[in-house]
T-cell receptor, first 115, second 117 residues
Framework: EDQVTQSPEALRLQEGESSSLNCSYT??????LFWYRQDPGKGPEFLFT???AGEEKEKERLKATLTKKESFLHITAPKPEDSATYLC????????????????FGQGTILTVHP | DGGITQSPKYLFRKEGQNVTLSCEQN?????MYWYRQDPGQGLRLIYY???????QKGDIAEGYSVSREKKESFPLTVTSAQKNPTAFYLC????????????????FGDGTRLSIL
């Protein structure tokens, strides 16, 4: 069974204080690892897809990295507007030749950035 | 602008009542999904559909039903058999990658919050 565990559950930072969020996963063959940002009362907003170990993606103050067992979301010099819940999800390789894109989600990390 | 529209934003269900949540997308995506989100838990898959007139159960399909009569629309009915329907419901869609193309992410609507009266 595919599993995703995110840590910490909640993270409080001061503006400008860099840190990392962790996403540990077990999956029977990784087809993709996805990071989303979710604001209160809204749907998740897509950030990154990582496909293989060693891959990195960047967007503004966010950088996502991937190893064979975990992914990190690094936040450099965060601002209050970066406050949100960050979700990690994995998609396993196709089963029986049929891809339906099933994602297994972690429970999320709630990030709060204080000014 | 292309996107996914869910309605209503808030919905209240009485005991023994069926309610239907709407999901419409204009992204021309083939695949559509319904998830349930509860506090402190990850999103859980209820139903998914890869093509019109075909859909499959996800991990927690009991007490729910769906239809896919049009590519753009994937409504979810929460039936009276679902004893704990209070949750945030999210609809998503995805372009199905053709051979040789990279996997595509799911894109989400802004959800419907369902509560029991």
């Amino acid at each position: 069974e595919d599993q995703v565990t995110q840590s910490p559950e909640a993270l409080r930072l001061q503006e400008g204080e860099s840190s990392s969020l962790n996403c540990s996963y077990t999956v029977s063959g990784l087809r993709g690892l996805f990071w989303y940002r979710q604001d209160p009362g809204k749907g998740p907003e897509f950030l990154f897809t990582l496909y293989s170990a060693g891959e990195e993606k960047e967007k503004e103050r966010l950088k996502a990295t991937l190893t064979k067992k975990e992914s990190f979301l690094h936040i450099t010099a965060p601002k209050p507007e970066d406050s949100a819940t960050y979700l990690c999800a994995v998609q396993a390789k196709w089963v029986g030749g049929t891809s339906y894109g099933k994602l297994t989600f972690g429970q999320g990390t709630i990030l709060t950035v204080h000014p | 602008d292309g996107g996914i529209t869910q309605s209503p934003k808030y919905l209240f269900r009485k005991e023994g009542q069926n309610v239907t949540l709407s999901c419409e997308q204009n992204l021309n995506h083939d695949a559509m999904y319904w998830y349930r989100q509860d506090p402190g838990q990850g999103l859980r898959l209820i139903y998914y559909s890869q093509i019109v007139n075909d859909f499959q159960k996800g991990d927690i399909a009991e007490g729910y039903s769906v239809s896919r009569e049009k590519k753009e629309s994937f409504p979810l009915t929460v039936t009276s058999a679902q004893k704990n329907p209070t949750a945030f419901y999210l609809c998503a869609s995805r372009a199905i990658p053709r051979d040789g193309l990279l996997n595509q992410p799911q894109h989400f609507g802004d959800g419907t919050r369902l509560s029991i009266l």
